[in-house]
């Protein structure tokens, strides 16, 4: 497996794992925008020339970096892509950035993805009161390393 930054040619690919991700997929347009906004911050996995997950962030004004979305094809998960490309992704935000703080939002029902951020440090900060459109509570989860 390969990690490098995304391309404007892969918005499309995707764009097509996002739907295979999520019940309510970003846009095409804002995966485009989150692309255009922090270019070194969208990162993709690769199995061969196959895209099987993404990541996306991007630094906000307050000091925290933001990963704003991860994604592992279903067919590829379990096998560490996903911590993989969380790791990459805090490491340029570190390294071009100089950020030491980390927050994200996740569905308070995704076990998976929330078992996979507290094993990365990451601690439940706050619960979110109806975040999502279709009223579902977020957790606000924040990993601090300075
Ligand atoms: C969350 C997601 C990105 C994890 O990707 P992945 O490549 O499967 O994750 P990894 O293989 O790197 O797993 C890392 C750790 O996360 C936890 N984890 C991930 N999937 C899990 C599962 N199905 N059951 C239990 N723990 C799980 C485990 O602690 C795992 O470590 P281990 O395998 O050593 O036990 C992936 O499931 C996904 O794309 N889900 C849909 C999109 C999503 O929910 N994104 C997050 C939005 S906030």
Redesign the pocket.
């Known amino acids: 497996m390969n990690i490098r930054v995304a391309e404007v040619s892969d918005i499309d690919v995707i764009y097509g794992l996002e739907t295979k ?2 019940r309510d997929p970003y846009p095409r347009e804002l995966l485009r925008m989150l692309q255009a906004l922090y270019p070194q911050l969208f990162l993709v996995a690769e199995e061969g020339n196959r895209i099987i ?1 993404y990541v996306s962030g991007l630094i906000r004004t307050d000091g925290f970096g933001h990963i704003v ?4 094809d279903p067919e ?9 490309l969380m790791v990459a992704l805090e490491k340029r935000m570190r390294e071009i950035f100089g950020i030491c703080m980390f927050r ?4 308070v029902s ?4 929330i ?2 951020y507290e ?1 990365l440090g990451y601690k439940i900060q706050l619960r979110i009161p109806r975040y999502y459109t279709d009223g579902e509570d977020a957790y606000l989860m924040i990993k601090d390393s300075c």
């Open positions: 991700c999520f997950g979305s991860i994604c592992v590829y998960r379990r096998r560490g892509v996903g911590r993989a994200l939002e996740v569905r995704n076990t998976n993805a078992k996979l094993s």
